[in-house]
Nanobody
Framework: QVQLVESGGGLVQAGGSLRLPCAASGSTFSTYVMGWFRQAPGKEREFVAAINRHGDSPSYADSAKGRSTVSRDNNKSTVYLELNTLKPEDTAFYYC???????????????????WGQGTQVTVSS
């Protein structure tokens, strides 16, 4: 098993930036693909970004391309999501998920992730 703990959320003005870390423990971090998803009130969870276990192949939702960067540090068992040029519509709970790397599945499919963190709230004011 792996435990995931997100942090770094908060209230930020439109145009600002945040960096969200997700720290993992309990299992070998480098065996997991790591993904970021978000869920706004009244909306379904949606994919933001993911990164392969080596950290050299990120993927992004169209809405995140150009404004987000996903990275990981396997030595620290942490994955990061950097959010830039934030907009009010980015307001949501942001979750990280872990998917065992041997599972061949779309990064954007949350149902294929094995573990989830509790999430961190990001609120963007206009």
């Amino acid at each position: 098993q792996v435990q995931l703990v997100e942090s770094g959320g908060g209230l930020v003005q439109a145009g600002g930036s945040l960096r969200l870390p997700c720290a993992a423990s309990g299992s070998t971090f480098s065996t997991y693909v790591m993904g970021w998803f978000r869920q706004a009130p009244g909306k379904e969870r949606e994919f933001v970004a993911a990164i392969n276990r080596h950290g050299d192949s990120p993927s992004y939702a169209d809405s995140a391309k150009g404004r987000s960067t996903v990275s990981r540090d396997n030595n620290k068992s942490t994955v990061y999501l950097e959010l830039n040029t934030l907009k009010p519509e980015d307001t949501a709970f942001y979750y990280c998920g872990a998917r065992l790397a041997y599972k061949v599945a779309p990064d954007s499919s949350g149902g294929n992730y094995d573990y989830w963190g509790q999430g961190t709230q990001v609120t963007v004011s206009s």
